[in-house]
């Protein structure tokens, strides 16, 4: 019997056997080895660690820079969020057009190798200006990691694992972010009462701008690292043949079409993502200012809690994640992030408020741990209902939400709530707390308006095996 089509007739000049047996063969795409997809994920891991040392080290050095420079909080602001997310914005669609058409893991290489040349560069900037670009190109660096490395977990495990993969990216993620914290502490501790160092070409090194030097120098050597990893074969494509080139029209319309799962899983994750950062880029000074700790000992004390809650967070944000599509929820993904949501934006809220620093620490590690639950479902949730051929340029669309949106407005959001409602720099903890409530009812919101439709997208995506 030979009928393939909608209409019960054979496509012209192809046998429906022959199509149907093609179809088979991509269907039945062995998995790399093992070892080659865990050593990838490990590797790529330890990227994401770097990406997010070397993009959050900033925020423990706010007070030196505003002390050194002599600029508001709103500059700052912008220093930290917008440089970083204006060229992240400009380059990372392009950038992901070309990840869907060639090899990832080299893209990967370089996209280390430039982010931390830049931002060890920051540890010989004279003035405002310079740092800013210098913040510039960390933000093109890191535009390219994003949607390869995601397209790479994708191709390396199946449908119902990507969630542990990218739980595990979000390993990264959330170390990086606690150990820059905890480095950038670290570093400040030991720069103390240290004198300039004057360079061979004019200007000095402030002591606080060695902590740019030490996480910007290691991130170059793990790019050749990177290089050791293999690049997997792109899932529904034969062998032997390149991803077809997608214009941005079929994009548009593919997005256009399924609008309301895909406003859930991205514009969600963007607001999500915007009071993580606000928490993240403002959280040291916040202790700083409200409970007098010195700005070393803040940024050790938040490094530590994150990097003790986070990791554990991800691996059960995964594994809850793979629990319940194995047991028929095909809107997994998407339910972990709006649970995590639902638990964590009260916490978020009310800790900047406690009259105590440690208890004030405590609530924000709990309103942390259960927001992090969400942080790899929300990465695999677009992942795995979008074809290969378009993968990494909707990554890219997710990346401009929870990164360029988020990092570029968080810290601003707060500063000016701080600079012209409450006008006073010791109001911040109204500011963390006005912003968190704002924007996580809008990204409850979202997500919750995409929860059945994301449903039907996941079993479209099954059925048709992208």
């Not at 991205?266 to 928490?279: D, N, T, V």
Request: glycine share 10%; with cysteine; hydrophobic share 50%.
């Amino acid at each position: 019997m030979a009928s393939t089509t909608a209409d019960g007739e054979a496509p012209k000049g192809e046998p429906a056997g022959e199509a149907k047996s093609e179809a088979q063969k991509l269907a039945e795409q062995p998995w790399p080895p093992r070892k080659d997809a865990y050593y990838s994920l490990i590797v790529m891991t330890i990227v994401v660690m770097f990406t997010v040392i070397d993009r959050q080290i900033m925020s423990v050095m706010i007070e030196p820079m505003k002390e050194t420079y002599q600029v508001s909080d709103t500059m700052i602001g912008l220093l930290v969020g917008a440089a970083f997310s204006i060229t992240y914005g400009i380059a990372g669609l392009p950038i992901a057009r070309f990840a869907d058409q060639t090899n990832r893991r080299n893209l990967v290489a370089a996209s280390i190798g430039f982010w931390s040349f830049c931002t060890a560069a920051c540890g010989i900037c004279q003035n405002y200006w310079q740092i800013f670009i210098a913040r510039l190109g960390i933000g093109i660096g890191e535009s390219g990691y994003g949607p390869a490395a995601w397209s790479i977990a994708t191709d390396n495990f199946p449908r119902e694992k990507v969630a542990m993969a990218t739980g595990t990216y979000g390993i990264g993620a959330m170390v990086g972010t606690g150990m820059a914290m905890f480095m950038g502490g670290a570093v400040l501790a030991l720069v103390q009462g240290m004198p300039l160092v004057e360079l061979p070409f004019g200007g000095v090194i402030h002591p606080w701008q060695w902590a740019f030097i030490v996480v910007g120098l290691p991130g170059l050597l793990w790019a050749l690292v990177v290089m050791t990893t293999k690049e997997p074969p792109r899932r529904g494509v034969a062998a032997g043949e390149k991803s077809p080139k997608v214009p941005l029209k079929e994009l548009g319309k593919w997005l256009k079409d399924d609008w309301r799962t895909y406003t859930a899983v991205i514009p969600a994750s963007g607001m999500k993502q915007l009071i993580a950062a606000g928490q993240q880029v403002w959280g040291v000074t916040f202790f700083h200012r409200e409970f007098d700790w010195s700005v070393s000992y803040s940024a050790v004390m938040m490094g530590l809690m994150t990097i003790i809650v986070s990791p554990v967070a991800m691996i059960l944000g995964g594994k809850l994640s793979e629990y319940l599509a194995k047991n028929g929820r095909h809107d997994a993904n998407l339910r972990v992030v709006i649970y995590g949501l639902l638990g964590s934006v009260p916490c978020l809220a009310l800790a900047p408020q406690l009259p105590n620093g440690y208890a004030s620490l405590t609530l924000f590690g709990v309103g942390i741990f259960i927001g992090t639950l969400g942080f790899g479902p929300g990465i695999a949730a677009f992942q795995v209902i979008t074809p290969n051929r378009m993968r990494a340029q909707v990554s890219a669309l997710s990346q401009f939400g929870s990164n360029v949106l988020a990092y570029a407005l968080a810290p601003v959001i707060v500063a000016l709530f701080t600079d012209f409602v409450f006008r006073d720099p010791a109001m911040l903890k109204y500011s963390m707390t006005a912003t968190t409530l704002s924007m996580g009812i809008i990204a409850l919101l979202l997500a919750l308006q995409g929860l059945k439709s994301y449903g039907r997208s996941y079993e479209r995506a099954v059925r048709e095996n992208f």
